[in-house]
């Protein structure tokens, strides 16, 4: 017996409705935020300095000036977590952390540019922030440029680099948030330590 041509079109239609209905969606992650909320130690070494310290929001080098959070797999080349990211760019989470760790030892800490006048001001760029796959376990690698400005005199009394690198506590997105948090606030004790003696020697 032959089925006309329009019902078998119908039939087929109606197998494919069915085969369609039992797919499921594709589940989609849902976007994770990290923060830095690293702390430094606080451990004054003499009297607090009678200095008023300017703080400029830090700058961030090229390919860590946005919220995503990088890591490498390859050499040179730089990638994102597809899933996972700061909560804002690294920069600017970094801001009040730098705030609350040098507060505790000058007589004034301010933000930069601002209307009270200070002695010192202290500019920073992230160098690098991100996570190491070329090796495991992988590595948290945290870079930071640190210069003290005298203002009144408009001239720059030091400079350093800041570098951490330590193995993260898992090799997933997550394990990188820790270990970069505790990579900062050996930085931030750093810092501090830094922005203490160099103010001593102005």
Known sequence: MNIPIHRWMLLASCLLLTACSGLQAPRVESARLYV???RAATHLTGARSDQVLAISMPDAWPGFDTPQMAYVQHP????YFAAHR???TPARLLKPLLTQSLEPHFRAVVPSPGLIPADL???TELIRLQQDFTTR???IQL???AQLIDVKNKRVIAVKLFDESENAAS???YGGVITANRALQRILEQLADFCINESRNK
């Open 137 to 139: 376990p992988s590595r």
């Open 36 to 38: 830095l909320d690293a």
């Open 86 to 88: 700061w909560a804002d």
């Open 143 to 145: 870079g930071l440029r």
């Open 76 to 79: 040179l080349t730089l990638e």
């Open 171 to 173: 090799d997933d997105a």
């Open 121 to 123: 001001r202290l500019d």
